[in-house]
């Protein structure tokens, strides 16, 4: 299963290229989406372990969440992109299927890879498979975006690399066997070369966090948020995020069986703390509201990491945060593509009364907004509370009150944007286009919004006892 998983997508990509009709191509994402959440379900349920390659692939209790994670979000956008993708017959959507397919394989490879090396080639696929998707529109903003994504990204995976090259000579180093095996780098941890291992974890905290949006290596993400088409956007934030932070995850988990969570824990909270400011900063009379999804989610990315700097209970607050930002992405980026096709721009000067426009996608983004920066009965809430609870719990009050006060300014910033998209007249801008809501464009929406705020009122009991496994899991004992 371990296998299919990774090759089921890459075959239906391949039958996407063969595939002639523009019309019935995109059904086979959808198609993919429900296949690939079967076997996730299928495997998660599995009491054996699952692995292969001899131990180069296998399914921790972290890859178990992203693993999950992600294959839920594709799905319900592949839903959408039928739907989506008959609005645009003047794109050839032949590689923009087959790209959005081989995406999936290869973020099924990044969460089943044991071996950093391995693992790293996932990464960088991804960024291959996501770039042509940037430049779906063909504009010269759009190509600006995918030359930013593909040159930033390059030197981000570039210094991972190095990271990675560092991490197996602190092993050589110390007079051990280099591997990039995860499970024996873990447990050879307490003998590594710590010069050489701080070393690695700064370029790979760098490296993958480029790839993750945090500040300040995420000058890329408001470009490619605000050019790509909304369900890119929601697999982006939702979805290669994730695997990011799940590399990222990898090597924290090597420095605590060092053991060294000192070292580590002060950098990711410094550095969650930095991305959260940064992103309060940019929101704040930002007119462009897709760019202003970009820079909520290099906020959001600050959180991930700061909550595991946290450790404890603010790791398992960061790991559920993980889920309930993904899903709570996927309601924000669909209805603002949808608003930005109604209006054909994605300026608040041109976009008012989407409320009006558009009662589904403009209410459902209002809500959107209003679960994302942490209101109830939302999903982020119970998370954002949870994190802040395992940071006064654990005495780090100035960090807590820090938190607070950039949630705070987050909150007024966005909220600002988005009032003025969704209240008021509909602007003169709002006749260019004769789109309203559709069925197949709004029942992915309402079914993430469903999910986000389902997580703020129930976190179901498998979900917990695997975000309870999972933090055992990384926060291993030396």
């Given at each position: 299963?371990?296998?299919?998983?990774?090759?089921?997508?890459?075959?239906?990509?391949?039958?996407?290229?063969?595939?002639?009709?523009?019309?019935?191509?995109?059904?086979?994402?959808?198609?993919?989406?429900?296949?690939?959440?079967?076997?996730?379900?299928?495997?998660?349920?599995?009491?054996?372990?699952?692995?292969?390659?001899?131990?180069?692939?296998?399914?921790?209790?972290?890859?178990?969440?992203?693993?999950?994670?992600?294959?839920?979000?594709?799905?319900?956008?592949?839903?959408?992109?039928?739907?989506?993708?008959?609005?645009?017959?003047?794109?050839?959507?032949?590689?923009?299927?087959?790209?959005?397919?081989?995406?999936?394989?290869?973020?099924?490879?990044?969460?089943?890879?044991?071996?950093?090396?391995?693992?790293?080639?996932?990464?960088?696929?991804?960024?291959?498979?996501?770039?042509?998707?940037?430049?779906?529109?063909?504009?010269?903003?759009?190509?600006?975006?995918?030359?930013?994504?593909?040159?930033?990204?390059?030197?981000?995976?570039?210094?991972?690399?190095?990271?990675?090259?560092?991490?197996?000579?602190?092993?050589?180093?110390?007079?051990?066997?280099?591997?990039?095996?995860?499970?024996?780098?873990?447990?050879?941890?307490?003998?590594?070369?710590?010069?050489?291992?701080?070393?690695?974890?700064?370029?790979?905290?760098?490296?993958?966090?480029?790839?993750?949006?945090?500040?300040?290596?995420?000058?890329?993400?408001?470009?490619?948020?605000?050019?790509?088409?909304?369900?890119?956007?929601?697999l982006l934030a939702g979805g290669v995020t994730s695997c990011a932070f799940l590399s990222i995850l990898r090597f924290y988990q090597i420095c605590l069986a060092a053991p060294e969570a000192a070292f580590a824990r002060e950098i990711l909270v410094f550095i969650g703390l930095f991305s959260m400011a940064v992103a309060a900063v940019f929101m704040v009379r930002q007119r462009d509201f897709k760019r202003m999804l970009a820079y909520s989610s290099v906020e959001h990315m600050g959180i991930l990491v700061l909550g595991i700097g946290l450790g404890g209970l603010a790791a398992f607050g960061a790991l559920l945060h993980m889920i309930t930002n993904g899903v709570t992405k996927g309601v924000l980026f669909l209805s603002a593509g949808n608003i930005h096709r109604a209006y054909g721009s994605k300026l608040t000067d041109d976009v008012r009364g989407a409320m009006r426009r558009l009662p589904v996608s403009g209410v459902t983004f209002l809500a959107g907004f209003l679960i994302v920066t942490g209101s109830p009965p939302g999903g982020p809430f119970i998370s954002e509370f949870t994190i802040l609870t395992g940071a006064i719990n654990g005495g780090h009050y100035a960090v807590a009150a820090l938190y607070l006060a950039v949630l705070a300014i987050v909150f007024i910033g966005m909220g600002t944007t988005v009032l003025r998209v969704v209240q008021g007249v509909p602007s003169p801008q709002a006749a260019s286009t004769a789109y309203r809501d559709r069925p197949q464009l709004v029942i992915p929406i309402l079914i993430f919004l469903g999910l986000s705020i389902l997580l703020g009122l129930y976190i179901p009991n498998s979900l917990t006892t695997a975000l309870h496994d999972a933090v055992a899991y990384l926060e291993v004992k030396p």
């Open positions: 299963m371990v296998f299919l998983l990774i090759f089921v997508p890459l075959i239906i990509a391949v039958a996407a290229l063969v595939v002639p009709s523009n019309r019935w191509r995109p059904w086979l994402i959808p198609l993919a989406g429900v296949i690939h959440l079967g076997m996730t379900v299928w495997t998660l349920s599995c009491a054996h372990p699952v692995a292969g390659l001899q131990g180069w692939l296998a399914l921790d209790p972290l890859g178990k969440l992203v693993l999950g994670l992600i294959s839920v979000i594709f799905t319900i956008c592949g839903f959408y992109a039928p739907a989506y993708l008959a609005l645009r017959p003047e794109r050839q959507n032949r590689f923009f299927c087959a790209c959005l397919l081989g995406m999936l394989g290869m973020m099924t490879l990044v969460v089943l890879s044991h071996h950093l090396g391995l693992m790293w080639v996932a990464i960088e696929a991804t960024t291959l498979c996501t770039a042509p998707l940037l430049f779906f529109n063909h504009s010269a903003r759009s190509l600006e975006a995918t030359w930013k994504y593909l040159l930033i990204g390059s030197v981000g995976i570039a210094l991972a690399l190095l990271g990675s090259f560092f991490l197996a000579y602190s092993s050589l180093h110390a007079g051990l066997v280099p591997t990039l095996l995860l499970d024996d780098l873990v447990k050879m941890a307490p003998q590594l070369s710590r010069p050489w291992l701080h070393a690695a974890f700064v370029l790979l905290l760098v490296g993958y966090g480029t790839k993750m949006g945090l500040a300040p290596m995420h000058t890329w993400k408001p470009d490619a948020y605000g050019e790509a088409p909304g369900l890119v956007g929601a």
